[in-house]
């Protein structure tokens, strides 16, 4: 998957109902793809953030971004290059693990840093928080294991600090 | 005034605080229609000095409070019920957001407890009306009224103009309910919360300095002129921007009476039913001055070959709207008047009119084009169908300059849009970017409601007659003398016309028929006086008889020629250099 035609990114909302609608109605109706899209609350309970990725192939995205500002709820914007930034995203899933495949399993876990959350005798839920593309491999390794149930969060991301000099 | 002002901390309810907010804002007329959730609401109005205008659909509300706006350049406020009362006014809201018109609009609503319920004239109307609305509030406490009133009406007026919609459930502005109890308040700028509200006006210097550069070296410039204009009031600066560098202008369907038609450098309307100089011109431009306009489909016509040869300047106060739809070599975000006068200043620190480029060549071949293709219809002999053309230009010479008109949309609209002579700002009334049949009487009466002193035609078809007529009663039992010049062609004359040109002929779903409604008992019903014109020698007596009416509105019906088409076209899907002149002019 060419990565370069998702851009990130970040707004600051004032945090009122009915935002999120406006947020994602704007995209629908101007005909924004969304690849991903991610709400939370910031440390001020005035606002809250939204990040998403956007499809810029579908739209330039200078006009997503001006589109945006017009939303009188948003307060800030900011569009995050993926050269420029890091960004994460959260996958739960639930695999099928029988007695003789444990070990490969753990060995998966291992490599990928990722977390057990629950497990019983025949299925094991794993948590892996990673840039979107590792989440798509871990997933395409788990998948010959039968994955019976899969959640991603959507990603977030902040810009990446520059180099600064000692 | 109000008896009794509320002071400052004074006891007071949700109801009359939102009236007293509305008077506050300078708001003289409100055109409403009440319904149970709105009834606190009507109460305290019985005591304010705003006048309360009762509409006899919702819509016709809406469309009042745009025609109000666009004469006078104060936002129109319309007051509706919840429910139906809401969804009835969705289209005025529509057809002021895309054509930028500072509105507000009060929802009722049910009670703040009842919302989602299902409850009796219930509808989720912030959700129904967020893609048409610049801003809406659901407002939940009855201390938030002023406050989010002058939020609505800062928001509707700056930056780029737009309704604004504020739902108020019915439980904060009853008096019997405690949730209506709150001190009152005059909100100020200090009381907005508005953090992601930043609207700028001025324009960016560097940008405006390398426009004026362009401008001074183009050889075939055009000033591209649209409503932004008339919203940042702004025509004397054109007027000097156009005089000072000698460069001819174009004035949209939105702009029509931006620029005085009578001046030399003014070259009409642009577009689809544009005339031919104007098209022409822009099409062979080497440079396209944008002047809050937007680039519309109906002006570029086909966009790949639209304009091709030229640079563009785009200014607008919408960001968002510099390259959208035409990529630009210079996009000045800044409100129409403070970037024109900066333009100005930039132009002149260049040398000014001095130091414009020969435009010898492009002037003589736009007054070729001009000679050559005029606007022209064949007039009818005596005794033969009546040309609508021929209607509108009665109506031009027999009122005054300063006479407003409101539209309708169809072919009527292109007949005055073009024929009618435009000198003046602030004339020219109609649904343009929305396309709204039945707009035009309801438009007229808020425009003369906001202008009592000056004449008002309404111009209309018969198809949009039918959506709206109703508020004549409006008119006529509030005294608001408005004329309406109905020209009936017993079609939906423009879809017949592309069903002519583009379907073979096949017409379908288009005949209304000249003879049912009768109009001029339909006008006499309600309250009006009706006159009929069959034939051209008519025409100017009936004028006159009605422009000597003004205690009641007048309805003329004009019987017109239905198969009369409009002229110039530029056929859908095709460039602006494929335009279609009248078949008189073709063939040479």
């Not at chain 1, 793809?33 to 579908?58: C, G, H, M, Q, Y």
């Given at each position: 998957m060419p990565h370069n035609k998702f851009h990130t990114i970040v707004t600051t909302v004032e945090n009122k109902p009915g935002v999120l609608a406006r947020v994602s109605g704007l995209f629908s109706r101007r005909g924004?793809?969304?690849?991903?899209?991610?709400?939370?609350?910031?440390?001020?309970?005035?606002?809250?953030?939204?990040?998403?990725?956007?499809?810029?192939?579908?739209?330039?995205?200078?006009?997503?971004?001006?589109?945006?500002?017009?939303?009188?709820?948003?307060?800030?914007?900011?569009?995050?290059?993926?050269?420029?930034?890091?960004?994460?995203?959260?996958?739960?899933?639930?695999?099928?693990?029988?007695?003789?495949?444990?070990?490969?399993?753990?060995?998966?876990?291992?490599?990928?840093?990722?977390?057990?959350?629950?497990?019983?005798?025949?299925?094991?839920?794993?948590?892996?928080?990673?840039?979107?593309?590792?989440?798509?491999?871990?997933?395409?390794?788990?998948?010959?294991?039968?994955?019976?149930?899969?959640?991603?969060?959507?990603?977030?991301?902040?810009?990446?600090?520059?180099?600064?000099?000692? | 005034m109000t008896t009794n002002l509320p002071k400052p901390g004074d006891a007071i309810n949700g109801g009359q605080a939102l009236v007293r907010a509305l008077e506050l804002e300078g708001v003289e007329v409100v055109f409403g229609l009440p319904g149970g959730a709105t009834l606190p609401i009507y109460d305290p109005i019985l005591e304010s000095s705003m006048r309360h205008i009762l509409v006899r659909h919702e819509q016709g509300a809406g469309h009042m409070a745009q025609g109000y706006a666009h004469a006078t350049g104060r936002p129109g406020v319309a007051l509706v019920t919840s429910g139906p009362g809401a969804t009835n006014i969705v289209t005025p809201l529509c057809d002021a957001y895309i054509d930028s018109i500072p509105m507000v609009c009060i929802t009722g609503q049910v009670p703040y407890g009842a919302i989602g319920t299902d409850a009796f004239q219930e509808c989720d109307t912030t959700g129904i009306t967020m893609a048409v609305t610049k801003h809406n509030f659901l407002v939940t406490e009855a201390a938030d009224l002023p406050r989010i009133v002058h939020e609505a009406f800062h928001i509707a007026t700056t930056g780029r103009p737009g309704p604004v919609l504020i739902d108020v459930p019915k439980d904060i502005v009853d008096e019997n309910n405690p949730r209506s109890a709150m001190q009152w308040y005059e909100a100020t700028d200090a009381d907005m919360e508005l953090p992601g509200y930043n609207p700028s006006g001025e324009g960016d210097r560097t940008a405006i300095m390398a426009a004026a550069e362009l401008i001074t070296a183009a050889v075939r410039p055009v000033l591209y002129v649209g409503g932004g204009i008339l919203k940042a009031r702004a025509a004397e600066s054109l007027r000097e921007l156009a005089e000072l560098t000698g460069i001819p202008v174009v004035t949209t369907l939105m702009a029509r009476g931006a620029f005085p038609d009578s001046h030399e450098l003014c070259l009409g309307m642009p577009g689809m039913h544009g005339n031919y100089t104007a098209v022409t011109a822009m099409q062979n431009a080497d440079l396209l001055v944008s002047l809050g306009a937007r680039f519309d489909d109906r002006v570029t016509g086909k966009l790949d070959g639209f304009a091709p040869g030229a640079k563009v300047v785009h200014v607008d106060i919408d960001q968002a709207e510099l390259g959208k739809v035409r990529a630009v070599d210079v996009g000045i975000r800044g409100d129409c008047r403070l970037v024109i006068d900066s333009l100005i200043e930039c132009i002149g620190e260049l040398g000014g009119a001095d130091a414009q480029s020969d435009r010898g060549a492009w002037r003589s071949q736009l007054s070729g084009w001009q000679e050559k293709y005029p606007l022209y219809y064949e007039q009818s002999e005596p005794g033969n169908l009546l040309k609508p053309q021929y209607v509108i230009e009665q109506l031009r010479d027999l009122n005054p300059a300063d006479t407003i008109v409101a539209s309708g949309v169809g072919q009527h609209q292109m007949y005055a849009s073009n024929f009618w002579k435009f000198d003046h700002p602030y004339t020219w009334i109609n649904s343009g970017g929305l396309g709204t049949m039945g707009f035009s009487i309801p438009a007229a009466i808020g425009a003369q409601v906001g202008m009592p002193d000056r004449r008002v035609w309404a111009v209309d078809g018969d198809g949009c007659f039918q959506m709206t007529a109703q508020e004549l009663v409006t008119a006529a039992v509030e005294r608001i003398p408005v004329k309406v010049a109905l020209l009936n062609n017993g079609y939906l004359g423009m879809v017949r016309q592309w069903q002519e040109l583009f379907y073979d002929e096949r017409f379908s779903g288009v005949e209304l028929g000249a003879d049912v409604p009768n109009y001029v008992q339909w006008a006499e019903a309600m309250g009006c006086v009706g006159i009929r014109v069959d034939s051209p020698e008519e025409v100017g007596p009936a004028i006159a008889k009605a422009n000597e009416i003004n205690d009641r509105p007048v309805v003329v019906e004009f019987r017109t020629d239905p198969g009369e088409n409009v002229f110039p076209m530029v056929p859908a899907g095709r460039t602006n250099s494929d335009v279609v002149v009248h078949p008189s002019q073709r063939g040479e």
């Open positions: 924004f793809n969304i690849e991903s899209l991610a709400v939370a609350p910031t440390d001020d309970e005035k606002f809250s953030r939204i990040t998403f990725t956007v499809d810029v192939e579908s739209a330039p995205l200078e006009q997503v971004v001006n589109q945006l500002d017009k939303l009188i709820n948003v307060v800030d914007i900011r569009e995050l290059d993926p050269e420029a930034s890091v960004s994460r995203e959260l996958m739960l899933v639930t695999v099928a693990v029988g007695r003789e495949r444990r070990t490969a399993i753990l060995e998966l876990i291992e490599d990928y840093r990722a977390y057990v959350l629950n497990e019983n005798l025949t299925h094991m839920t794993l948590s892996l928080a990673a840039r979107p593309a590792k989440l798509d491999e871990f997933e395409v390794d788990l998948r010959p294991y039968g994955i019976t149930e899969l959640q991603r969060t959507g990603r977030v991301a902040l810009p990446r600090l520059d180099e600064t000099p000692i | -």
